[in-house]
């Protein structure tokens, strides 16, 4: 376990999450994640020329994540089983659908825990096209457990959210980073002010930026080194990021930090 990067506000660990996780000492209030999808070699199907091609060029890139599909689902439960155990709160954490040998695995069916909340995310656009069933656009966003920290101004957003990138600085880092806002609204809502959100699977540190940006604290982890070099540059840029980006304001709820909250 090495620490890539530390201040006040925010660490990055570089290693295996189960390694690094029962080896933090800061208290962990919420978790919001995006583990990897285990998708390598199984997403070809259905789409044309030009798109197979660049999701094979993703592919051998970045992508290592290539399980049986139980071994999958054992390796993702014990990982979350983990992340309820250390966290105060909920453990949030974004997934899709997966279709493997005939067989649909929803989410929450590989995930047996208690859940809080079901967050749909309405996404642009779909990679799965002439697969012999409706497109599927959306994600769903999990909180398994329960909160320990409410904000009671998001029952408003209600729980399909129609997000879109906007601007994608994590993009040219990680091949699957997900919009700020998707990360800062669970964020906003189960972790108090100033307390700790641990992202286990950081990539690009999408959750690291939202959360200095709503004026909590961060940790992360991530496995592979060759993400951690951007990442670092993009917590040490985040307030740039934020104020550049399209509001993230909604219903009342403030996206930017206090001035008194830095990083880097």
Same mark, same amino acid.
């Not at 599927?136 to 320990?148: A, K, Y």
């Given at each position: 376990?090495?620490?890539?990067?530390?201040?006040?506000?925010?660490?990055?660990?570089?290693?295996?999450?189960?390694?690094?996780?029962?080896?933090?000492? +800061?208290?962990? @209030?919420?978790?919001?994640?995006?583990?990897?999808? !285990?998708?390598?070699? &199984?997403?070809?199907?259905?789409?044309?020329?030009?798109?197979?091609?660049?999701?094979?060029?993703?592919?051998?890139?970045?992508? +290592?994540?290539?399980?049986?599909?139980?071994?999958?689902?054992?390796?993702?439960?014990?990982?979350? /089983?983990? #992340?309820?155990?250390?966290?105060?709160?909920?453990?949030?954490? !974004?997934? %899709?659908?997966?279709?493997?040998?005939?067989? @649909?695995?929803?989410?929450?069916?590989?995930?047996?825990?208690?859940?809080?909340?079901?967050?749909?995310?309405?996404?642009?656009?779909? #990679? /799965?096209?002439?697969?012999?069933?409706?497109?599927?656009?959306?994600? =769903?966003?999990?909180?398994?457990?329960?909160?320990?920290?409410?904000?009671?101004?998001?029952?408003?957003?209600?729980? =399909?959210?129609?997000?879109?990138?906007?601007?994608?600085?994590?993009?040219?880092?990680?091949?699957?980073?997900?919009?700020?806002?998707?990360?800062?609204?669970?964020?906003?809502?189960?972790?108090?002010? @100033?307390?700790?959100?641990?992202?286990?699977? $950081?990539?690009?540190?999408?959750?690291?930026? /939202?959360?200095?940006?709503?004026?909590?604290?961060?940790?992360?982890?991530? %496995? !592979?080194?060759?993400?951690?070099? $951007? +990442?670092?540059?993009?917590? %040490?840029?985040? &307030?740039?990021?934020?104020?550049?980006?399209?509001?993230?304001? %909604?219903?009342?709820?403030?996206?930017? +930090?206090?001035?008194?909250?830095?990083?880097?």
């Amino acid at each position: 376990m090495d620490i890539a990067y530390r201040t006040r506000t925010c660490t990055l660990y570089v290693g295996d999450c189960l390694d690094v996780i029962p080896r933090i000492r +800061a208290t962990v @209030d919420t978790v919001v994640t995006s583990p990897p999808y !285990n998708v390598r070699g &199984r997403i070809t199907t259905g789409l044309t020329r030009r798109t197979t091609a660049r999701v094979q060029q993703i592919n051998s890139t970045f992508y +290592a994540d290539s399980m049986p599909q139980q071994v999958y689902a054992c390796w993702l439960q014990y990982v979350v /089983a983990t #992340l309820l155990d250390r966290a105060k709160g909920l453990v949030w954490v !974004n997934h %899709k659908l997966r279709w493997v040998d005939r067989a @649909d695995y929803h989410p929450a069916r590989m995930l047996p825990f208690r859940i809080h909340s079901e967050i749909i995310w309405h996404r642009e656009g779909s #990679l /799965a096209f002439n697969m012999r069933r409706f497109a599927q656009n959306h994600e =769903v966003l999990i909180g398994f457990g329960f909160p320990h920290y409410w904000d009671s101004q998001v029952d408003r957003m209600l729980s =399909v959210w129609s997000i879109t990138h906007g601007k994608k600085p994590g993009c040219a880092i990680h091949p699957c980073s997900f919009p700020l806002e998707l990360a800062r609204r669970p964020i906003v809502a189960s972790c108090p002010p @100033d307390g700790v959100v641990l992202d286990p699977f $950081a990539g690009s540190c999408t959750v690291g930026v /939202a959360a200095l940006a709503t004026g909590r604290r961060f940790i992360g982890i991530e %496995k !592979n080194p060759a993400y951690v070099p $951007a +990442a670092i540059d993009r917590l %040490k840029a985040w &307030r740039s990021e934020v104020h550049d980006s399209p509001p993230l304001q %909604k219903n009342g709820i403030t996206t930017v +930090a206090p001035e008194r909250s830095t990083a880097g």
